[in-house]
């Protein structure tokens, strides 16, 4: 089956610490996205990607990284200097950027918390 | 005045009835517009997507787009349980979607 698989469902993280968000899509899409939904945020926009080795800041990119190393792969990671993480992540990935191609599909999240 | 607007709701409509769900937008530069569904805690999926003015039907769901107005919807005819849901809009121009923060819609049996 084609799609979008973000793991893991649910993550915790301590005080200081770093943590890793991964998506992996089979799709053979060339964009890739991350989003943050907080209740009555609708969805932010974190990081995108257009291509392998290529990445830029969205919105709300400050305490967040990502790298783009293969194009099925684009791991978010929320760094101890986010200092409100809890959230729910969303991955996405479309076709390209361009209008017409730019239709994104999602994957089914993952839920941050803080311990 | 945001790009686009969307009533967060909730909507609260009895099993069987036909829901309407509305974005409103400001950029004349918007070109795709799309529907997406999104379940309790779950991603969203994809619905419909339409280019131009007029009405796209797809099983119990018309997506149409009104660009004069610069006005989208969705309608659900024979509303089930089951579409109990948030129903987010989108919409692209240039390199960049905008997505409304949501409608909650509750389906009462």
């Known amino acids: 089956d084609g799609g979008i698989t973000q793991s893991p469902k649910y993550l915790f993280r301590k005080e200081g610490q770093n943590v890793t968000l991964s998506c992996e899509q089979n799709?053979?899409?060339?964009?890739m996205y991350w989003y943050r939904q907080d209740p009555g945020q609708g969805l932010r926009l974190i990081y995108y990607?257009?291509?392998?080795?290529?990445?830029q800041k969205g919105d709300i990119a400050e305490g967040y990284s990502v790298s783009r190393e293969k194009k099925e792969s684009f791991p978010l990671t929320v760094t101890s200097a986010q200092k409100n993480p809890t959230a729910f992540y969303l991955c996405?990935?479309?076709?390209?950027?361009?209008?017409?191609?730019?239709?994104?599909?999602f994957g089914a999240g993952t839920r941050l918390s803080v311990l | 005045q945001k790009e686009v607007e969307q009533d967060p709701g909730p909507l609260s409509v009895p099993e069987g009835a036909i829901v309407s769900l509305n974005c409103t937008y400001s950029?004349?530069?918007?070109?795709?517009f799309m529907w997406y569904r999104q379940y309790s805690r779950k991603g969203p999926e994809l619905l419909m997507y339409?280019?131009?003015?007029g009405n796209k039907e797809d099983g119990r769901f018309t997506a149409q787009v009104d660009k004069s107005s610069k006005y989208i919807s969705l309608f659900i005819r024979d509303s089930q349980p089951s579409d109990s849901a948030t129903y987010l809009c989108?919409?692209?121009?240039?390199?960049?979607?905008?997505f409304g923060k949501g409608t909650r819609l509750h389906i009462l049996p």
């Open positions: 996405a990935s479309s076709i390209g950027l361009n209008l017409g191609s730019s239709i994104q599909y």
């Open positions: 799709l053979n899409h060339d964009a």
């Open positions: 990607s257009q291509i392998v080795n290529d990445f």
């Open positions: 950029n004349s530069a918007f070109q795709y």
């Open positions: 339409t280019y131009s003015s």
């Open positions: 989108a919409m692209t121009r240039d390199d960049k979607i905008i």
